[in-house]
C-alpha cells in the first residue's frame, strides 16, 4: 500500500463565516505502480485531494499514510514525503525562476542536498526522461522555450527529485495536440520504465483513455466512482450527472446501444470503436456485400 | 470586409539573401467577409496569433497590407475605428478585465469611444444579455470561473459594437464545461457578425463556414470543415487531430469503403450513416 | 477563497447614511478635520470631536467599539508617546524616582497628544470603514482632476489604483500557488539565517514578478484593443453625483470647524 486515506476530510477557511467543506471523508487506497485518472466537475476537490498527497495539506479529520507514515505526525519528514510523491501544479511554468534550465531543473534536488555530479546527471536523466535534449537545452533560458518545451522541463523539474509517484494536475493543458500527445506518451514510457505511480487530474477522458487504468470520479468532495475505466467509461448517464463529458467514443457505443445493437460501451480510443462497430453492427451487411 | 494581401512578419533581420530570420507570417493572403463564421486551426507556433493581431493593426506588417473595410492599418488616423470594427479576445481570461466589477469592464470600451453615459449604459446591458452574464453584473471578476470571465471578455467587445469578432485562442486555457459555453455564445453570434475563431481544437471547427489551416506561418489548406478533415495524412502534419468521430469513421471505411461517402463531425451524424 | 472586499482595508459592506454619502464628501472632511485637530490644544474641543466622531459612528450603523480596533495597530505607538511625553517634559515635578521624574505638565501634554492622534485615526477609520476602495479611487480621481491643467497624472492615477484593486485577489491567489509548488520542490522557508531566508524569497518573488509583467503587457494588449489610448476624451459610466446629504453634511462639517477654530482663536 503507497498511499492511504482513511475518512480524510478537509475544509478550507475553518471557522470562518467562508468555510467550505472540500473533502467529505473520503477512503483511498493506491498501490505502486498504478496509474489512476482523477476527473471530476470544477470545484468538486480534485486539487484539494491531491494536495494531500504529499503533505502540501493536512486533513483535518481522518488521514492520510504515505508509504505507512502518517502525514499529520508533528515529525512528519515532510521534505521525504514530497521528494517520494512529486506533485506538478497546473500550468507548473508559472514556477519557473532560474536563469537556465539546468538551474531550473537543479533546483528540487539541491533542496534534497544533491549535489556536484550526481545532480548533473539527475538533471539529465529527468530532462532526457521528457524527451529533451540535454546537451542543447541545458543552457537556455527556461522563460525563452516553446509552450510544450516549458511544460516539459517543468515536469523534469520534479522528476529530478527521483519521486515514487508523480501526481499532475492537468499537465496538458494549454497544449496542441501535439503538445499533448507528446507529454501523455512521455508518461506512459516513463510508468513503465520506473514504476511510478501516476496519478493524473484532469477534465479530459480522452487525454486519459490513453495513460490510465484505473478512474476515480469526484463530486462535491466525495468519491462517487472508484472502477477500472472501461466499467466507467461506460456508464454515460451516470457520468454526465456528475459533470462530466463523456468520452466521444463512449457517447457513440451508447447510441448505438439505443438503436439495438450490442457494442461494448467501454471504448477507449477510435479504434476500438471501429473494430466494435466491424464486428457488431457491420457484420451482417458485410455478409450481404461479401 | 478584412483583406491581408500577402502579409508577410517576421523577428529579427533580413540578411543579404533576402533570408528573414523567424518569420511568422509568410505571404499570408485572407479575406474574412461580413457575417462569415470562420475556423483558423494550426500548431503552436504556426502563426495564429500573430495573424490575429494584425487584423486590428497591434501588429503592422514587415511586407503587404492589411485592409479592414477600406481602411489601411497603417494608417494611424483610422487605427482607432479600425480597433472599433474588429474586436480582439485573447486567451488568458484574467489578463483581459481590468474594472472592479463585469459591469465596469464591459463599459470600458464604450467609455473609451467617448460615448455618452445612457449609450454606454445600454451597450452594457445589450452586451451582457448577449452572453448570457447579466446577473453577474455587479460580480468582481476574481470570483468568476475562466469560462464566465471569457463571456465577459466577449461582452466587452461587442458593447463597442464591432463588425468582426476575433478569438486567438479564446478556449485553450478553459475546461471543456468552459469552452462549450464559450461556443454556445459563439455559435449565437453567427450570421449577426463576423467571426474568426482560432484554435487547436478540432473539435470547435466542424459548425465553420470555412475552415483555415495554418502551418509555419503559411495557410496550408481552407475549405469546408469536411473538405479539410478528409486530408487525414496531411491532419498530422500539421500538427492536429483529426475529431475521433471522423477518425473512427475512416478506420470503418478502410473495410467498408462505400460507407461515410460525407465524412460524420459529430457522434449523431456517425450513428445515422450506420444505421441506415 | 481569497481576497473578498473584507480582505481590502477596513471597508464593510453596509448600507448606511454615511456609507451613500458621496466619497469626495468624506475625503474632505478627513481633509479638514486633520487640520482642524492638529490646531485645536482643548480638552473641551477634544471632547467635541469625541462626540461627533461618536455620532458618525452611530449614523455608520458601526459599533464604537469596532471603531476603536482600528487604534489597535497603533496601540504601541500610542504607549509610547505618552511615556516618553510623561517622563521628558519639563516643568513642575509630582513624582520622583533617582534620576526619573514625570512633571504635570507632562501629563497633561502627553494625554492631549495621544487623545488627538487617536481622534484623527479614527476619523479616518470612519472613512475607510463606509467606504469602498473603488470609491475611495472614484473620489480622489474626480478631486485630483482639477490638476490635470498643470499636468497631474489624475486619470493616470485612478487607472492605476483601479486595476491594483482589480488584481490584488489574483495576486494573492498566485502567490498561494508558486509558494505551495515551490513546497513541493523541497523548499523550505523556515530553516536558516536572515541571509538564507532572504535567498529563499527568490523562488518566490521572480515567479510572481515575471508573471506581473506578462499580464501587464497582455493587459495593455487587451486595453489598446478596446480603443484606451489615455483619459483623452473618455466618457464614464459611474459618475458621482453630491446630492442634498452631501450637502447637508458638508455644511455641517465646515460650521462645526469653523466654530472650534473661532473658539480657539478668540
Redesign the interface.
Known sequence: MFIKLEQVSFTYLSGTPLAVKALKDINLEIERGESIGIVGRTGCGKSTLIQHFNALLIPESGRVLVDGVDTSEKKAPLREIRRRVGLVFQYPEDQFFEESVFQEVAFAPRNLGIEGKELEDRVKWSLEAVGLDFATIKDRSPFELSGGQMRRVAIASILSMEPEALVLDEPTAGLDPEGKGIILNQLKELQKEKNLTLILVSHSMEDLARVAQRLIVMDEGRIELDDDIRRIFSQVERIKELGIFPPVTAQVAWLLRERGFDVDPGVLTPRELAEEIHLKVLEGKKVNVG | MIEFKNVSFWYGEEDGFGIRNEEVLREVSLEIPPGKFMVLLG???SGKSTLA?HA?G?LLPQSGEVIVDGMNTRDEESI?EI??RV??V?Q?P????????V??DV???????????EE??AR?EEALDLVGMAEYRNK???LL?GGQKQRV?IA??LA?HPEYLILDEAT??L???GR?ELMKVILNLRGKIAILHIT?N?EEATEADEVLVMDEGRIVAQGKPREIFSQVEEIENW???L???T??AL??KK??P?LFETLPLS??E??EE??S | MWGNSFAIGQYIPLNSPIHRLDPRVKIVFVGISIINLFILQDWLSFLLWGGVILLLAFLSHISFGYLLKSLRPLLFLLILTLVLHFFFTPGEYIWEYGFLHISREGISKGLLIVVRLCLLILVTAILTLTTSPVELTDGIEYLLSPLKRWGFPAHELAMMMTIALRFIPTLLEEAERILKAQTARGMDLESGGLVQKAKNMIPLLVPLFVNSFKRADELAIAMESRCYRGGQGRTRLRVLQLRAPDYYFLIFSFSFVTLLSVRFFL
Open positions: 500548431r503552436n507556433g493581431k486590428n497591434l482607432w480597433r472599433r474586436g480582439l485573447f488568458n484574467d489578463n483581459q478585465i481590468i474594472a472592479t466589477t459591469e465596469e463599459a470600458f470600451g464604450p467609455e473609451n469611444l467617448g460615448l455618452p453615459r454606454i449604459i452594457v468582481e471578476p476574481h470561473s471578455a466587452g467587445v463597442m485553450s486555457m475546461d471543456p464545461e462549450e487547436h478540432v500538427g492536429l487531430e475529431p475521433q468521430v477518425e473512427t478506420l470503418v473495410q467498408f462505400y457522434p449523431r456517425l450513428v450506420l444505421c
